[in-house]
């Protein structure tokens, strides 16, 4: 037995690790894509349905074999359809890796934390007073889709204006703003629901639209509950609660890579975990 495990490895080549490797981590990374996705529910569907085709050959069911191999092949198809949404995920996920990436903000570090601040300053008061909002920050994924939903404001950010535009009965209450850079591009914008089945009952419109936008781009949602003032953040799909401003401020060095990149992806790690 010993020889026959000496004899398979003498064939083993480093690429054969490094090949196995590779598909391991795509396959892990595939997983992440599509868990508390719909995909789970409908890879479940094709696993079933594979194995009936598999069953109805073995068992000479022929006609039955025949009509399943053929609704396969065509299948092929539909499942680019139905997995529409999760591919272009992945191949945004893609595109948006360091390799092809430069730099991520054309501001300077102050700029950046002008902007932190005032982002955190809103984000506070809106909270105390228990007002609604749903701050949408651009990353490298293009947003203008959901801006041509909204009013455009175009204006440079601060509290005060963010704090305006959510004042309850006004005409922009309502709906997403969406900010790049330093700028508040529009408000009252609308954006797509998140599609995770596993989501509480108890999180609201803003809370499963900031999902929603994370889930499609690598933006990052800030929220504030109308009910309870709750501060939140949404990134990648998932959602981190109940937070301070001091903790949200470090959440927005991690995003905008200010100070010490390690001790705030720690940090942000510790919030999802």
């Given at each position: ?51 009936f085709t598999k069953l109805s050959e073995w068992l000479g069911l022929y006609t039955i074999h025949w009509l399943l191999k053929n ?62 909002a749903l701050i949408v920050l651009e990353r490298e994924t293009g947003l203008n889709e959901y801006i041509e939903t909204g009013i ?88 981190s609660r109940y937070l301070d401003v001091k903790t949200l401020k470090n959440v927005l060095k991690e995003v905008y890579q200010i ?15």
């Amino acid at each position: 037995m010993s020889l026959q495990i000496i004899e398979l490895f003498k064939g083993f080549r480093l690429m054969d690790l490094l090949d196995i490797a590779i598909v391991a981590y795509v396959s892990y990374k595939a997983i992440q894509l599509i868990r508390g996705t719909r995909a789970v529910q409908l890879i479940r569907g094709i696993i079933v349905f594979v194995v009936f085709t598999k069953l109805s050959e073995w068992l000479g069911l022929y006609t039955i074999h025949w009509l399943l191999k053929n609704a396969m092949t065509v299948g092929v198809i539909a499942l680019l359809v139905v997995f529409q949404p999760e591919l272009r995920r992945a191949l945004e996920q893609l595109g948006r890796s360091r390799f092809f990436s430069s730099s991520l903000f054309g501001l300077g570090e102050e700029e950046l934390s002008f902007l932190i601040d005032n982002l955190a300053q809103a984000a506070e008061e809106l909270s105390k007073n228990k007002i609604g909002a749903l701050i949408v920050l651009e990353r490298e994924t293009g947003l203008n889709e959901y801006i041509e939903t909204g009013i455009k404001i175009e204006g440079y950010l601060t509290a005060e204006l963010l704090i305006n535009i959510f004042i309850p009965n006004t005409p922009l209450h309502d709906g997403a703003v969406i900010v790049r850079n330093d700028k508040v591009m529009a408000a009252g914008c609308y954006l797509p629901l998140t599609e995770n089945p596993n989501l509480s009952k108890e999180l609201g419109t803003r809370h499963r639209a900031a999902l929603g936008v994370t889930e499609q781009s690598d933006a990052v949602a800030i929220i504030v509950s109308e009910e309870t003032g709750v501060i939140s953040v949404a990134r990648e799909g998932k959602l981190s609660r109940y937070l301070d401003v001091k903790t949200l401020k470090n959440v927005l060095k991690e995003v905008y890579q200010i100070g010490d990149k390690k001790t705030n992806f720690l940090h942000w790690r510790r919030l999802n975990g």
